[in-house]
């Protein structure tokens, strides 16, 4: 007994006594909370499997579970829950852009009553959101399940930045050079600050060393700051060139 303790064992002392006494680990040893979730009732163990590589890709996750069901057909765990998650997302994918596109496209037609107005409002984010593709493709990025649902993200907040532009330029009946760059700076700089305060925001997902939530912010970083330029630089252009066109059959 430790000194001082008056012939009386203390608990802590008992406890470390015992765990100096302690054998060779069994699986009969074990308390039943560990080994409830790991020894079934014919007394089959449990095989927990991990996979090396990134598992939100989904050609890694088939091939993961294909490897595991060859072995073990019944065998069910998160990569098969997942998949089977994205599975049903991407069902739904070739109707959720189309359809976004067009419910947009109906609000604008209700708002502008003129398809040439709604053509210029939505041009900064088509070509936008295009652009953006063709970075993601030629630079080899990710693209997951996760970015295909971001799409309807960019064209809500992208299609912003040429409806600002296009209202603005309306209050000109015939507007001159001038005065297309008159109403870009007088809208711009509140479009910028918009863009930028977005940006900020989905900087935060890079820092999540999560690659889902990354290509996420990928994908937006590239989309909204082309959804700006594209509003400021083309849709100018194109009211230029359609005026132009309107004046030259006007006079022919």
Request: charged share 20%; net charge negative.
């Amino acid at each position: 007994y430790p000194a001082g303790s008056g012939g009386k064992a203390d608990p802590l002392y008992e406890r470390l006594r015992r765990a100096l006494e302690a054998g060779p680990i069994a699986l009969e040893t074990l308390p039943e909370w560990i080994t409830a979730g790991i020894v079934s009732a014919d007394g089959s163990l449990a095989l927990s499997i991990a996979p090396e590589e990134d598992s939100l890709d989904s050609k890694v996750l088939d091939e993961e579970i294909r490897k595991i069901r060859s072995v073990a057909p019944t065998a069910t765990g998160v990569p098969i829950v997942v998949r089977l998650a994205t599975m049903g997302m991407v069902k739904y994918v070739p109707y959720m852009m189309p359809m976004v596109f067009v419910m947009v496209t109906l609000v604008l037609i209700v708002v502008f009553r003129d398809w040439r107005t709604v053509l210029l409002a939505l041009l900064p984010v088509v070509v936008a959101t295009s652009v953006t593709f063709g970075f993601y493709f030629w630079f080899d990025m990710q693209f997951s399940i996760m970015t295909i649902v971001v799409v309807p993200v960019i064209l809500g907040l992208g299609v912003d930045d040429g409806i600002h532009i296009v209202e603005r330029i309306r209050r000109y009946k015939s507007p001159t050079v001038e005065e297309l760059h008159e109403a870009v700076m007088g809208v711009g700089r509140p479009i910028f600050l918009t863009t930028s305060t977005t940006c900020v925001s989905f900087t935060a997902l890079l820092f999540t060393s999560h690659s889902g939530l990354e290509s996420i912010a990928h994908f937006m970083l590239v989309g909204i700051p082309l959804c700006f330029l594209t509003s400021v630089t083309m849709l100018p252009a194109a009211v230029k060139l359609s005026i132009d066109r309107r004046e030259n059959r006007e006079s022919g």
